[in-house]
């Protein structure tokens, strides 16, 4: 029995599917910029596969965009400044945990 994707491999994938179409590009044109082969990109993109971190760098950057490391601890300040705006745009964009403690 064939284990489930990851669904980090496959919201990767997602992503660089939706750049790929939205840049008017084949899987094998990404894959020759990325310098992997189609059916190696087509696994990276379903989410079928997992690959090395130069590769995913590459895949990225062929499709014009960047990948980034960032602390965990980060995370949920990164996705709230990814967030369209919302009708209070008074708020912050996020608040540290010491802030969240002290108005506790």
Same mark, same amino acid.
């Given at each position: 029995?064939?284990?489930?994707?990851?669904?980090?491999?496959?919201?990767?994938?997602?992503?660089? &599917?939706?750049?790929? $179409? !939205?840049?008017?590009?084949?899987?094998?044109?990404? *894959?020759? =910029?990325?310098? $992997?082969? =189609?059916? &190696?990109? &087509?696994?990276?993109?379903?989410?079928? *596969?997992?690959? &090395?971190?130069?590769?995913?760098?590459?895949? *990225?950057?062929?499709?014009?965009?960047?990948?980034?490391?960032?602390?965990? !601890?980060?995370?949920? *300040?990164?996705?709230?400044?990814?967030?369209?705006?919302?009708?209070?745009?008074?708020?912050?964009?996020?608040?540290?945990?010491?802030?969240?403690?002290?108005? !506790?």
């Amino acid at each position: 029995m064939t284990p489930a994707p990851d669904p980090l491999l496959k919201d990767l994938g997602m992503h660089f &599917r939706k750049a790929r $179409i !939205a840049a008017g590009l084949s899987q094998e044109q990404i *894959a020759l =910029r990325a310098n $992997i082969s =189609r059916p &190696r990109y &087509r696994d990276i993109e379903t989410g079928a *596969a997992a690959a &090395r971190a130069t590769t995913l760098v590459n895949v *990225a950057r062929a499709l014009g965009m960047e990948m980034m490391l960032i602390p965990q !601890a980060m995370v949920p *300040a990164i996705q709230s400044m990814l967030q369209p705006a919302a009708d209070d745009d008074d708020r912050p964009a996020f608040t540290s945990d010491v802030e969240e403690e002290e108005g !506790a």
